[in-house]
């Protein structure tokens, strides 16, 4: 099945521990992306990725870090967490970065409380 | 500054009845729209988009129009069913030197009543 997953689903951390949430894809697709979503602003961008080796900043990138080692994974690292990024997390990934008939499929989400 | 809005958090309407979406947004550089469906505790699903070519996209009881004018975009679904209750998010692009990226509205949750 074609899917995008990540890991873990739910996750309760504290101030300053570093954590990593992980992204994988199934479908060798080329453009993988995060976002966040937090109450009344919908989903924002954090980094994304054109291909292997290729990361750039999203809109909300500050405190994250990101690394594309491999097609299929685009794992998202949190160096020291800090309670104002509690938040809904959502992996991403599409053939390309070309947006024209080309739907981005959306894994389950991440929910993260840093307290 | 919010360049994509969803001035309506939540819609209510009949089974059988017309839900009509809206949204409005900012940036004229934007050439291409999609809308997405999420379910509690799943990620967004693709359900239709448009062109900025375009005014109207219909694929079954889900159509999209889009007026550049206005920059206003709306999704109609007819008839509506009590499993398209969700949270419906537009998206905009600028393209492909954008990053791939989609800017989102904040959501609009319709409840589809039987």
């Known amino acids: 099945e074609a899917q995008v997953t990540q890991n873990p689903r739910y996750l309760i951390t504290v101030t300053g521990k570093k954590l990593t949430v992980t992204c994988s894809q199934n479908m060798n697709h080329e453009y993988m992306s995060w976002y966040r979503q937090d109450p009344g602003l919908g989903l924002r961008q954090i980094y994304y990725s054109m291909n292997v080796e290729v990361t750039d900043k999203g809109d909300v990138p500050e405190g994250y870090k990101v690394s594309r080692k491999e097609k299929r994974n685009f794992p998202l690292i949190l160096e020291s967490p800090s309670p104002n990024q509690t938040s809904l997390y959502f992996c991403?990934?599409?053939?390309?970065?070309?947006?024209?008939?080309?739907?981005?499929?959306f894994g389950p989400g991440t929910r993260l409380t840093v307290l | 500054d919010q360049q994509v809005k969803q001035n309506s958090p939540s819609l209510s309407v009949q089974e059988g009845r017309i839900s009509i979406l809206n949204c409005d947004y900012t940036?004229?550089?934007?050439?291409?729209f999609l809308w997405y469906k999420k379910y509690p505790a799943e990620g967004p699903t693709f359900l239709i988009s448009?062109?900025?070519?375009?005014d109207k996209n219909e694929d079954g009881r889900f159509t999209v129009f889009l007026n550049k004018s206005a920059k206003h975009l709306s999704l109609h679904i007819v008839p509506s069913q009590p499993g398209d209750s969700a949270v419906y998010f537009c998206a905009a692009s600028a393209g492909y030197n954008q990053g791939g990226k989609l800017i989102f509205g904040q959501g609009t949750e319709l409840s589809v009543k039987p």
């Open positions: 940036n004229s550089m934007f050439d291409y």
């Open positions: 448009i062109s900025s070519i375009k």
């Open positions: 991403a990934s599409s053939l390309s970065g070309w947006v024209d008939n080309n739907e981005q499929f």
